[in-house]
């Protein structure tokens, strides 16, 4: 994602690599795949694992794909994946969003999701992305709406869970509430207003399978992932409070009528 002194929220824990696997280009990417066509070179920014990256480069193949990520242990284990998949015409590579190893005007399609949300200056790695793209190429970015979240029942725990996502990102110079601002960045980023299409769409645990997954790993991030240690350094939480936002999260797991939804931004964009 990127090397700078900006801070991954999440981290890298397996409790949150467990819901990266999850994303499939049509669960995650479905806004970009009408724009996607054989041939095209795709670079994916923050690629993570790797799943949304090798199902996108069955869609461009045997365009080359290439996936940039800041840890390199996720990059290692994304070349596995890609290997097991079978998938030759993608590679991964450890990367800055601010600073693109790449020279200018070599994709046709640059894709970004969940990264802008994480990033002290995303109007710039916009601008990086722009500079990499073809002209008359695309740059696609997607990313979740916290302050846009709606579950059911009514929980308090989770009520003070998202208070708490909201100081850890706030704290990290970062922000949350990146979908409702993707327009608004990309346009200040310097795209022509006429070849910008916003659009939204939303995620949605509430099957007895997806929702008890949800919990669970939400769960887990409350007390062992990136995000529990961030809490505690920034002095916004104690194990103590962080164990009570687990339980939460379970309480709300078992309930048989339990709903959540995650509103996503989504922007199209021509370089």
Known sequence: MTSR????????????????????????????????????????????????????????????????????????????????????????????AYALDFPDDTFDVVHAHQVLQHLSDPVAALREMRRVAKPGGVVAVRDADYDGMAWYPQSDGLDDWLTLYQEVTAANHA???????????????????AGIDPTASAWCYATPHDRVWWADLWADRCVRSHFAAQAIEHGLADEVGLEQLADAWHAWGNQEDGWFSILHGEVVARA
């Open 5 to 96: 002194s900006d801070v991954y929220t999440h981290g890298h824990h397996e409790s949150v690599l467990r819901s990266h696997r999850w994303r499939t280009a049509e669960n995650s990417a479905a806004y970009l795949l009408p724009h996607l066509a054989p041939g095209q070179a795709l670079l994916d920014v923050g690629c993570g694992p790797g799943t949304v990256t090798i199902d996108l480069a069955g869609r461009v193949a045997p365009g080359e794909v290439v996936g940039v990520d800041m840890s390199s242990a996720v990059i290692e284990a994304a070349a596995k994946a890609a290997a097991e998949a079978g998938t030759p015409n993608v590679t991964f590579q450890v990367g800055d």
């Open 175 to 193: 922000d949350a509430d990146a979908g409702r601002k993707l327009l608004s960045w990309v346009r200040e980023a310097g795209f022509d207003p």
